[in-house]
């Protein structure tokens, strides 16, 4: 019995032996990979790679040695993890041939070293998390071949691009673009996005630009720019590159567009040209609103200053909005370099081009005031416009570092520009009941020619004592602006049965107006930071703001037909501005851990003085503003991060709404001022919340910000329905508050099982705001609530396929209009895709569909589904020759159709826009790239 015993005991042990030998298992060393010292006791994970479900895990040993056995067959991810170190992660396969992996010395990193990045080895990883940018690894992507950097953005999660290529990351607008850390063209990002090759890509990054005053100094000072650079691959750095695309369509459509780019390692050299009649531009033409001298506006700091758009000569931006039919003539070349070990950097743009629209817009109006239903005033507007720019500009940012320890960044700019524009307005007002209550012709013209010239100087020094530094930035600019143009108006009211009121007499006005403005402003600016101890610091600034500005605008009046050279005194005028501001203020900032705390406040004495050339009259303002600002940032992981931000700002009211400077280009609006206006404190709150999950794939992001206003500037409307006239002045509520609030959130994942990416979107905004209509106080409240379900799904060289739909809700609610709301729901869909069939034949679509269901302020639903579509064939080897037959709005439905409701008036506009047509194109990418960097 013993005998058998004992033989049974080593028949099992020997089976066991022969069973262990036969299950699959993993083994390996922890070590620091930089001392090669042993690391025990490091966790070892191993997970399932399709789900990450956890099937096993083990501590190492003493000697940081580490073995897991009883594993399957199948695919599965390795995370090792240890105190203080980057995460390892690999993922990796057993199978007959391969029962136990041995991963050998298995090197961790200290976060401390690594920037607290993950490490991921074997399959790529989509997104990692450095501090606060999120780094998007093109590789982890599928891209079409000669596709664009626009193509790869519209796959990263969080990141969404529209039709027209604007960017929105995390609920913010995305305004700049770079490339390898260098502006590209300056403000343009649409030039990078949609003529930047997708394959020269390796990052994307994503992250909050600092000013140039915190990223040399490293404390946060608030200022920041969401920012996307794009990192290109090393091999990727040399050669050429570039597109032609010409076509030419029915109904006259046109377009053409050349681009060219040379790399040579740092150096990078392009150029381009636009010739279109489809609404491409090739310039963003927004940058332009930052040069204006027309207007009398306030400062950041409180002080005031000229800019473009109050002017009555100055009535068009120069911006294509999609209204109108466009033609764009546009070209531009850019420039820049790094040289002797990044000691010296060039970087400069010039770019030059027109745009003509010209269109019809026609506008329903209703005005509702205080009372019964009578009073009301339904309007029915028709414009004709013609308008067109022509501007030239050329920037450039030179910088050197002058030793270790400091540097100098100087930049200059300088632009031209002129602007001619037309419109002619016929305006019908009526009352209640039907009938008509005035009519009012009118026509304006404008040419306008304006200069510019900036330049500044950055300069930064660190001194002995870590974290000490000194830095002065200097800034001066001057601006000229002369504008002449006409001012034909005639405005004829009528009685209760429609007929001319002979009580009233009609208001003719035919004028020339001249305006001509010149603008001077120097600002400087000191900062010392101050390490008050390890992990706490100090930011002291001062500066001085002068601005200097003359307008003298002149208003003639006719002695003989066509003959203009009588002045009118009533609406000329000539002021001379002088403005002084000194600002200062403190900053701290502490540091420890994963936790970032910034507080401090801004204070500002301005000295404001108007003087009256033609009166002799002088007027002088001083006042004080206080910016107090705070944030809290805590980095919970290597992939998240929580922060909190607040802002206070006070608001002056501005010189038209103090002093107006009178205007008569709208007879039946007209504006008086206030000089006893109090200025109004905003205080805003903002937060966000990101996660990301490294091995599945999974992101959130969350965002909100509440802003309210106290002793708010608000407008007080009288209007007289008898004239359909309206006179308006600002006025400060001081037992009102004002506010506003937008919010949302983004989950995206990856679903391998269906190797697809789906993400869901949620976003809120709100606003409730005050105004006084004919001396009674009206609340409007408003707000919409969106969410959007999307789709990508992509095979390479077989289809590419994105969809995105969801519900929204929009709720608008007037004091003075109890019964009449605006509450309605609404959907908002798209989709594209391309399938590339055999043949080297491509065939794909885009659509976009939008509902709006009826309202009480608007009884009528409106739908539009906008479906585009093209089929093409593509030649050579590499496929870079394309022939192209596309078609635009083949549903012929894009109405230009907008409306809008907002305290006692709704509107609805229909205006010129582009429609159907199809064109046919001949689309030539040639790439030349290779090599690697070339010896500095």
């Not at 206080?626 to 700002?649: D, E, H, I, K, T």
């Not at 992101?699 to 329905?721: A, H, K, M, R």
């Not at 003075?816 to 055999?838: E, K």
């Amino acid at each position: 019995m013993k005998l058998t015993i004992a033989a049974l005991a080593f028949f099992c042990l020997c089976t066991l032996s022969t069973f262990a030998q036969s299950t699959y298992g993993v083994k390996g060393t922890a070590i620091d990979s930089a001392v090669l010292v042993k690391l025990p006791n490091a966790t070892v994970s191993i997970l399932n790679s399709k789900d990450s479900v956890l099937r096993k895990f083990t501590r190492a040993g003493s000697d940081g040695s580490f073995a897991i056995n009883g594993l399957t067959k199948g695919k599965f991810i390795a995370l090792i993890t240890y105190p203080g170190y980057a995460d390892y992660v690999e993922h990796f396969t057993l199978d007959s041939v391969k029962r136990v992996k041995d991963f050998g010395g298995v090197n961790l990193l200290l976060k401390s070293r690594l920037l607290k990045e993950v490490i991921i080895k074997g399959e790529v990883a989509a997104i990692k998390i450095k501090g606060d940018t999120t780094e998007y690894n093109a590789k982890a992507f599928k891209i079409q071949p000669n596709s664009k950097v626009e193509d790869l953005l519209k796959q990263l999660p969080g990141i969404q691009v529209d039709k027209d290529g604007k960017i929105t990351a995390q609920g913010q607008t995305v305004p700049k673009v770079l490339v390898d850390g260098e502006e590209f063209f300056g403000d343009d990002p649409t030039l990078v996005t949609k003529n930047l090759r997708a394959d020269m890509v390796d990052k994307v990054q994503l992250y909050d630009k600092k000013s140039d005053q915190a990223t040399f100094t490293g404390i946060d000072d608030g200022e920041k720019t969401k920012t996307i650079n794009i990192k290109l691959k090393e091999d990727k750095k040399n050669g050429y590159f570039g597109k032609i695309d010409a076509g030419i369509g029915n109904r006259d459509f046109y377009q053409t567009q050349v681009l060219y780019n040379r790399f040579k390692g740092k150096k990078k050299f392009s150029l381009y040209g636009t010739l279109a009649n489809t609404g491409k531009t090739g310039l963003s033409w927004e940058d332009a609103n930052k040069y204006g001298t027309s207007n009398m506006q306030m400062t950041d700091d409180g002080g005031m200053y000229f800019s473009s758009g109050g002017d009555e000569l100055e009535g068009w931006g120069g911006t294509y909005n999609n209204e109108g039919i466009p033609v764009a003539r546009t070209g531009g070349v850019h420039y820049d370099d790094k040289w002797k070990n990044d000691k010296y950097t060039l970087n400069t743009n010039y770019k030059i081009g027109s745009l003509s629209v010209i269109g019809n817009r026609n506008t329903l109006s209703q005005q509702s005031l205080p009372g019964d239903t009578t009073q009301v005033i339904n309007s029915t507007s028709n414009q004709l416009f013609d308008n067109y720019i022509f501007r030239q500009k050329l920037d450039a940012t030179y910088t050197i570092k002058l030793d270790t320890t400091s540097s100098l960044k100087v930049s200059v700019d300088g632009m031209l520009k002129n602007t001619k524009s037309l419109t002619d307005n016929l305006t019908e007002s009526r009352r209640a009941d039907g009938s008509l209550l005035n009519i009012n012709k009118r026509r304006l013209t404008n040419d306008v020619d304006q200069q510019v010239f900036n330049a500044s100087a950055f300069y930064t020094k660190k001194l002995k004592k870590k974290g000490r530094t000194l830095s002065v930035n200097v800034s001066a600019g001057v601006t000229e602006s002369q504008a002449d143009g006409f001012l034909n108006s005639s405005l004829n009211f009528f009685n209760t049965s429609s007929l001319p009121d002979t009580t009233k007499q009609p208001q003719i006005i035919d004028q020339l107006k001249t305006s001509d403005t010149r603008t001077s402003r120097f600002n400087s600016n000191v900062t010392y930071t101050e390490p008050l101890a390890k992990d706490f610091s100090v930011i002291l600034s001062y500066g001085i703001n002068l601005n200097n500005s003359d307008a003298n605008r002149k208003s003639f009046d006719q002695s003989a037909p066509g003959v203009y050279n009588v002045l009118n005194d009533s609406l000329s005028n000539h002021y001379v501005f002088n403005q002084t501001s000194n600002r200062g203020g403190a900053n701290f900032n502490f540091k420890k851990g994963k936790s970032t705390v910034r507080f401090g406040t801004y204070v500002a004495a301005v000295d404001f003085k108007q003087v009256d050339e033609i009166t002799g009259n002088m007027a002088r303002r001083s006042f004080t503003n206080w910016n107090p600002q705070a944030s809290y940032q805590y980095r919970y992981s290597n992939y998240g991060s929580v922060s909190f931000n607040y802002n206070g700002s006070q608001t002056q009211p501005t010189i038209d709404q103090l002093q107006p400077i009178r205007v008569n280009t709208d007879p039946l609006n007209l504006l008086i001022g206030n000089p006893n206006l109090k200025p109004s404190f905003s205080h805003s709150f903002y937060g966000n919340f990101n996660s990301y999950k490294v091995i599945s794939g999974q992101s959130i992001w969350f965002y909100g910000q509440y802003n309210f206003t106290e002793n708010p500037i608000v407008s007080n409307t009288v209007t007289d329905l008898s004239l359909g006239k309206s006179t308006t002045q600002y006025i400060n509520l001081s037992d009102k508050r004002q506010s506003n609030f937008y919010g949302g959130g983004s989950f995206n994942k990856k679903i391998s099982a269906w190797d697809m990416n789906v993400g869901l979107n949620a976003n809120l905004n709100g606003s409730i705001f005050y105004s006084m209509i004919n001396s009674q106080m009206n609340r409007t409240n408003s707000s919409s609530y969106t969410t959007r379900l999307s789709a990508y799904k992509g095979k390479q060289k077989k289809y590419d396929v994105n969809l995105n739909f969801g519900p929204n809700y929009t709720v608008g609610q007037s004091s003075l209009q109890p019964d009449r709301n605006n509450n309605g729901r609404g959907w908002n869909g798209g989709y594209g895709f391309t399938i590339y069939l055999p043949g080297k034949i491509q065939v794909g679509s885009d659509g976009e569909y939008l509902y709006r269901a009826p309202t009480q302020s608007f009884n009528t639903s409106f739908t539009q589904t906008i479906i585009n579509a093209n089929i093409a064939k593509t030649f050579l080897k590499d496929e870079t020759l394309k022939l192209q037959i596309s078609g635009n709005d083949l549903l012929n439905q894009n109405s230009g159709f907008t409306r809008s409701a907002s305290s006692n008036y709704i509107t609805q506009t229909n205006v010129t826009t582009i429609r159907r047509y199809f064109m046919f194109s001949v689309i030539w990418d040639f790439n030349k790239m290779g090599g690697g960097a070339p010896k500095q």
